[in-house]
């Protein structure tokens, strides 16, 4: 009679497999982590879309366009460039959102006082405004979440949201 033992996946950890005793359990948990993975992106999408977009304000910035802004916030005379890099677009992407945001009154542009060659950006009064509500928007949607989770499972939760943060910051 053969060995019925299935070889290892290449791309298992070897911890998993004695763990496991078997690849199959793996495959399987893998599978339904990748569909459960798309799931929520999806949930968090179509979540995104019932907001609402019919009036001014925190509605009207797009997820990169607020990170953009909260980055400007938390830097002193940010340069374009250096906006550009901490949220992950391109110099000439960064670019066309800030004038973007410049043109809705949120954001302002001018030459960096040490270095002509360089653009500064700053948060304007209507940024901030629209910034203050968005999170205040965004902290209510993050109550419901929360709320909607059952209170003995918040401890399970947050462990693993945190283990999937460092896991996606260490790929």
């Not at 670019?95 to 542009?109: H, S, Y």
């Not at 003995?152 to 260490?170: F, G, H, K, M, Q």
Request: with cysteine.
């Amino acid at each position: 009679m053969p060995d019925e033992t299935p070889e290892p996946c290449p791309e298992q950890p070897e911890s998993s497999s004695d763990q496991q005793g078997s690849t199959e359990p793996y495959a399987e948990e893998l599978e339904e982590f990748q569909r459960v993975w798309t799931e929520l992106i999806n949930a968090a999408l179509h979540a995104r879309s019932r907001g609402g977009h019919g009036h001014r304000g925190a509605e009207e910035l797009t997820l990169t366009q607020s990170l953009l802004m909260e980055a400007v916030r938390g830097m002193d005379n940010p340069s374009v460039g250096a906006v550009a890099h901490i949220v992950g677009v391109s110099s000439p992407s960064a670019t066309r959102m800030i004038q973007q945001l410049e043109r809705k009154g949120m954001m302002a542009r001018r030459r960096s006082e040490r270095d002509e060659r360089s653009t500064v950006v700053t948060i304007t009064e209507e940024g901030e405004r629209v910034l203050a509500e968005r999170r205040k928007y965004m902290e209510r949607k993050q109550r419901q979440v929360f709320d909607a989770i059952r209170p003995s499972l918040r401890p399970v939760v947050l462990d693993v949201l945190r283990d999937l943060r460092e896991a996606i910051n260490e790929t």
